[in-house]
């Protein structure tokens, strides 16, 4: 009978949601993989060859930005709806400007290999099989983006789930049978992702027949360039925690604090997966002049990202134990403000797609710089006086600082495209939920060392819940009132 209604609800679903919500699980299966080969990787790797790696992929995100500009984001899909007759020529023309970038960049490499060894901190070889990386993968994101464009998603988890599957397999009998574990570890990643982009690389140019057109390059580089200090700073505010850490205290400090980014990253995607899927809708839905449907679609995902975020924060020390081993648990005190960091990355990522959709990438990118600039000054001198610890709190400060400052332009927006509609989005809704996850952050971070106090306030949590299910629902409903 329950199996019976689950089929009928989810046969009720739109393809939207269906989409959104299976692109979801596919990010669940494949940081689940991850995750779950995390303890392996901490215990053939020492914590030098983790953080190491965790450098790798580090630099990995800063070049992409420069290399393919992020092409294959919000404006190849707004792309696809401007170019709808020539869907698959623009994508082409667009792979082809990002591969020509990427050996525009590779060629300086070259040129002078000693100088950027030294900046990488990395092998040349490291560097090399990066640019093998960056050369290929856009053509995994266009394919990906096209494909959740038009609401399609079982090749996406057919092949996304095997490219993982086969490539952490790879790498752990590769760090395992060879002395070289970084290098391992690296190549055999690299391999696998190589032959999956590669194949969609060539297919991509075969399908589309189109390596030039003016206006399609003119397009994207109008679009992507301003948005470039956006990336940078997006990027500045994911990752360079890491890199802080690593130059101010070490890199076994770095592997503490990304085994613990590892583990909270699972939500990250999750919201990822979302926002991608949503992005079609939103667009689309404003597209055809109707934005007041949008509320009542994200208003149960503004709830389910913020429960989900509490019940990461309340099993840190449990998952750290399991995933990473008891040498590492003194990382769980990052990953509530982390966590935290993530339900603020949606909020900020739904205000952020009506900036996108109507090509306001200036505004983003201040958004952005500003955010980005404030975690830098607030991560040196925390990093210097608190430790690693500190990063995980100038992260939760800085995305509540876009989240903000995203608003801010966002209702610029609606106020002057929409003469009657006062918010595309249930705002109070977001902000209470926001202040709960603040609140449970808090206390969580207070009683981890208690363990009878924890699981006493999550028998707590849950018996409250269910007394007071009806006021909760009630409560949420009167959120919904304009």
Sequence with gaps: MITKTIINKYSEMSKPVKAALWYAICNFINKGIALLTTPIFTRILTEEQYGTFSIFQSWFNILIIFTSLNIFMSGYIKGLILYKDDKDGFTSSQLSLTTCITLIFFIVYVINIDFWTKIFELSPLLIIIMFLELLVMPAFEFWIAKKRFDYEYKKVIIISISMNVIS?????????????????????????????????????????????????????LKFNLPLIPHYLSNYILNQSDRLMISKMVGNVQTAYYSVSNTISNVMMLLVLAINNALTPYIYKTINDNHPEKIKNKINPIVILIGLLSIIVMIFAPEVISIFAGSSYLDAIYVIPPITASVYFIFIYSMYSNVEYYYQKTGLIAIATTISAILNLILNYFGIKIFGYYAAGYTTLICYICLAICHYIFYKKIVNEKFDKLKDIYDVKLMVIVGIFVLVMMILMSIIYRFILIRYVTIILIVIFAILKKNLIISSVKLLKKD
């Design 168 to 220: 952490l397999i790879l790498s752990i009998l590769a760090v395992l049978n060879i002395d070289y574990k970084v290098e391992a570890r690296v190549f055999s990643e690299v391999l696998v992702k190589f032959l999956f982009a590669g194949t969609l690389f060539i297919g991509i140019f075969i399908k589309g027949k189109k390596l030039y057109n003016r206006e399609y390059w003119k397009y994207a």
